[in-house]
């Protein structure tokens, strides 16, 4: 019975010891792998932001000293008309650059699931997202320059009126957005294309033996089947769409007479140029709650976590 018992209780016990020095020697360089990222995100957003709601609640300029408030910042938000056309200007922008970039994307991702899968042309297709966006917009601005824009130029050639495209109210927004979808809309093709990569190509085999044509595949296959990919493209271009900055700041600041003064410059300006650094963070907590609200209604009501492959 000894010898019986004796082997059984060595190796229950000896096991277990084993697997925690193995577990403790894994996670120190666990530890020491994610630790930058860690003080990163710590530093730079955790702090930033915790902050960023206690200015929120104070009177603050750059050279004083904070001083607490409680909610009159929210209370004045509330009655500012500029805030809430910014707003509206955003979500403008917003409707424009995410209906035009996903089609494309989309149409773009199919044009290359079927006809090539070259790295030369993904390479190509991705290049203007390489591009700073600072550099996109002041081409842009100088190629649709209302007196020496090549575009303008073209356009009095054959006839046609000139378009003061970031002069005019009515054109301001939609051209900003189409210099947008210009420079996006590769990166967020290949996005889609990884996606389609997922799709079985035995689905497609069984459509195409039940004689389904390429329009019923499109629509009955290859959107139900993607739509994981499309609700996380969605949410991650709305986001970025809500942070447009740079392209209003380059081309426009804000004119003609706040048609474009999005809400990411309006922040800017108040924080930066009138030095009303509570009011912006104001302005700025608002606008996180605003994003977290549409990403979270878009994973749910997209249903963006449940897939129709599994």
């Known amino acids: 019975m000894s010898l019986d018992t004796a082997p059984a209780g060595t190796s229950t016990e ?3 010891r084993k697997r925690s020095k193995a577990g403790h020697h894994e996670l120190v360089p666990a530890l020491l792998f994610i630790a930058p990222a860690t003080i990163g995100f710590l530093v730079f ?50 409707v424009l650059n995410i209906g035009f970039q996903t089609v494309l994307a989309l149409g773009i991702a199919v044009l290359m699931q079927r006809l090539t899968r070259s790295t030369v042309v993904r390479g190509i297709v991705l290049l203007p997202y390489l591009i700073a966006n600072v550099i996109v917009a002041l081409v842009f601005l ?116 706040n048609a474009t003064r999005v809400i990411y410059y309006y922040i800017f300006e108040m924080a930066f140029q009138r030095f009303d650094f509570g009011y912006a963070a104001a302005m700025s907590v608002i606008l996180f709650f605003i994003l977290a609200f549409v990403a979270f209604a878009q994973l749910r009501l997209l249903r963006g976590g449940e897939s129709d492959l599994s």
């Open 45 to 94: 957003f955790l702090y930033p932001t915790i902050r960023g709601f206690y200015l929120s609640l104070t009177d603050y300029a750059l050279l004083g000293e904070a001083s607490f408030i409680g909610t009159e910042n929210y209370s004045r938000l509330v009655e500012d008309p500029l805030f809430w056309n910014s707003l509206r200007v955003t979500l403008f922008y917003v």
């Open 142 to 257: 100088w190629m649709l320059d209302f007196q020496l824009g090549i575009v303008n130029i073209m356009l009095d050639a054959i006839g046609l009126n000139r378009i003061p495209f970031f002069g005019s109210e009515t054109w301001a927004i939609p051209t900003i957005a189409g210099i947008n979808v210009w420079r996006h809309m590769g990166y967020t093709a290949l996005l889609i294309f990884a996606g389609l990569q997922t799709i079985p190509a035995s689905v497609y085999e069984a459509a195409s033996l039940d004689g389904a044509s390429e329009w019923k595949t499109f629509w009955r296959i290859t959107v139900p089947l993607l739509r994981p990919v499309l609700v996380l493209v969605l949410v991650l271009t709305v986001i970025g769409s809500f942070q447009i900055f740079d392209t209003v700041a380059v081309t426009t600041s804000g004119g003609p007479v």
């Open 14 to 16: 000896a096991r277990p």
